[in-house]
Nanobody, 119 residues
Framework: VQLLESGGGLVQPGGSLRLSCAAS????????MGWYRQAPGKQRELVAT???????SYADSVKGRFTISRDNAKNSVYLQMNSLKPEDTAVYSC??????????????WGQGTQVTVSS
């Protein structure tokens, strides 16, 4: 299963970005989808997750500013990021788990996209 991310870039504090992640390949269905981030010198942290039923969860640091969503028909997950802060600067990666067409579980990671918040 391959994940293709897009939407990162440079934005000023207070600005917005929308990240996208599309899964393709040997997929029967997708269960959980999520976004993680890793800032320089720090461990990777969970940003947001969404279940197949649409239930969401967020890190406290992004609640009220970020929104995760998914399009099951497109095997895609999105992260709308508003009111961005310099501390949001990191490499953002998507993660997807599900079943292959052979009904084997998979867990895949995207290559990561850089988000830089700076004036």
């Amino acid at each position: 299963v391959q994940l293709l991310e897009s939407g990162g870039g440079l934005v000023q504090p207070g600005g917005s970005l929308r990240l996208s992640c599309a899964a393709s390949g040997n997929i029967f269905n997708i269960h959980g989808m999520g976004w993680y981030r890793q800032a320089p010198g720090k461990q990777r942290e969970l940003v947001a997750t969404i279940t197949s039923g649409g239930s969401t969860s967020y890190a406290d640091s992004v609640k009220g500013r970020f929104t995760i969503s998914r399009d099951n028909a497109k095997n895609s997950v999105y992260l709308q990021m508003n009111s961005l802060k310099p501390e949001d600067t990191a490499v953002y990666s998507c993660n997807v788990d599900g079943l292959s067409n052979q009904f084997r579980p998979f867990n895949s990671w995207g290559q990561g996209t850089q988000v830089t918040v700076s004036s």
